[in-house]
Structures are given as structure tokens and as C-alpha cells.
């Protein structure tokens, strides 16, 4: 099916280990997101991409580390997990084309104990 | 500091009855300003977006209202009903749609 893929939905993980969130759009946007959904927060934009190899920081990106080899995958990286990166972590994309719509999937869990 | 910001986090209507959603920003460079609906479990999707020419925008039961001279923007769902029921987000963007910045979000629960 097309669209948004993120894997795996739910993780439990423990305080110090490295956790990757993965992303995967089969529509070839341009654009790839990461975004953190927090209680009183709304949405924070963590990284994002506008092409392959091409990434930069967004709102609260401190922790975390993006890459994107490929325009169809964006995985995010935590590399020493903290309980404060206890969150629904939503990847997005959008085709600046087609006027900006952001298209998200279906969130990853993430729980760090 | 947060760029955009959304008021009530929560609110409750009864089923017909017209919900009103807040966001006020700072930023003048905004050009762009989407609404996105959630449902519990799912990613937000886009409802409706207005750009700044026009201080009014209407889809089916849905509408923004937009104060340039205020920055400000709301939504208005009328005859609200049941299925309604979500969270919604107000966001604004400028330019080239890099970089969203997305209201705290509003739980809304129609009660039928």
C-alpha cells in the first residue's frame, strides 16, 4: 500500500541504549519529517530532510541523529536513550509542489524506562 | 518560545452545537496557516488551510477565520457531531513548507 510506513509502532526501552525509528514513504516526496508528540506540546519538529543526503535540524533535535541515503527512508536515531525521549514520535512528508501538505503515518511509541 | 499558540487545550459541545478553536502567532512571515485533525492512535491529516489574502475559508462544515491585523486564526466546525471528536492542531509555515510550527492541540469531544 502507498503511503507512510513507521516501524515498529511500540518500543520499551531502558535509559543508555540506542533506539532507531524507522520511516518509509513510497510516494517520493522531497520532503522527509520527524516530529515528537507531547502532552501540552503539540508537535515539536526534531530533524527533517528536503532531498537524499540533505538534512537539517529542527526545534529540539539535541539527542537525536537523521540520516537519509535514500528519498524513500528517513530512520531517527536515538543514540543514548533518556527518559525525557519518552514520546509518539511521528514521521511526515510532503511535496512542497503540491501545497505543503504534511503527510504523516502512524506514530512510534517509544518508552524510556 | 512557541511560535503558534492554541486555546482551549480541551473543549466539549454538544452535538450540533458550533466549536470554536483559537490560534494566535508572532511571526509575520507566516504565510501559510493549515488545521490538522486527529484521531486517537493515528497521525494528524489536514482538515483545511487558509493563506493570508483571504479572511475566510469554507469547506463543508468547517471554517477558518483569519485577522491578519490580530495574528490570529480559528477554527469553526458547525453542527458538530460525534465523529468530530479528535484533537486538532492549528500550524503555520512560511515559504517553502520546510519547517511547520504546530499549536500545543485541542481535545475536542462532541457529545451527542
Known amino acids: 500500500d502507498a503511503g507512510i510506513t513507521q516501524s515498529p509502532r511500540y518500543k520499551i526501552t531502558e535509559t543508555g541504549r540506542q533506539v532507531t525509528l524507522m520511516c518509509h514513504q513510497t510516494?517520493?516526496?522531497?520532503?522527509m519529517f520527524w516530529y515528537r508528540q507531547d502532552l501540552g506540546h503539540g508537535l515539536r519538529l526534531i530533524y527533517y530532510s528536503a532531498a537524499a543526503d540533505i538534512t537539517d535540524k529542527g526545534e529540539v533535535p539535541d539527542g537525536y541523529v537523521v540520516s537519509r541515503s535514500k528519498t524513500e527512508n528517513f530512520p531517527l536515531t536515538l543514540e543514548s536513550a533518556t527518559r525525557s525521549q519518552t514520546s509518539v514520535y511521528f514521521c511526515a512528508s510532503s511535496e512542497p509542489g503540491h501545497g505543503g501538505e504534511l503527510f504523516f503515518g502512524e506514530g512510534s511509541r517509544l518508552t524510556v524506562l | 518560545q512557541q511560535q503558534v499558540k492554541q486555546s482551549p487545550q480541551s473543549l466539549i459541545v454538544q452535538k450540533g452545537g458550533i466549536s470554536i478553536i483559537n490560534c494566535a502567532y508572532e511571526n509575520t512571515a507566516f504565510d501559510y496557516f493549515p488545521w490538522y485533525q486527529q484521531f486517537p492512535g493515528k497521525g494528524p491529516a489536514l482538515l483545511i488551510a487558509i493563506r493570508p489574502d483571504v479572511s475566510e475559508k469554507k469547506e463543508g462544515r468547517f471554517t477558518i477565520s483569519f485577522n491578519k491585523s490580530a495574528k490570529q486564526f480559528s477554527l469553526h466546525i458547525m453542527d458538530s457531531q460525534p465523529g468530530d471528536s479528535a484533537t486538532y492542531f492549528c500550524?503555520?509555515?512560511?515559504?517553502?513548507?520546510?519547517?511547520?510550527?504546530f499549536g500545543s492541540g485541542t481535545k475536542l469531544n462532541v457529545k451527542p
Open positions: 510516494w517520493s516526496h522531497s520532503y
Open positions: 500550524a503555520a509555515s512560511m515559504g517553502n513548507f520546510n519547517k511547520f510550527y
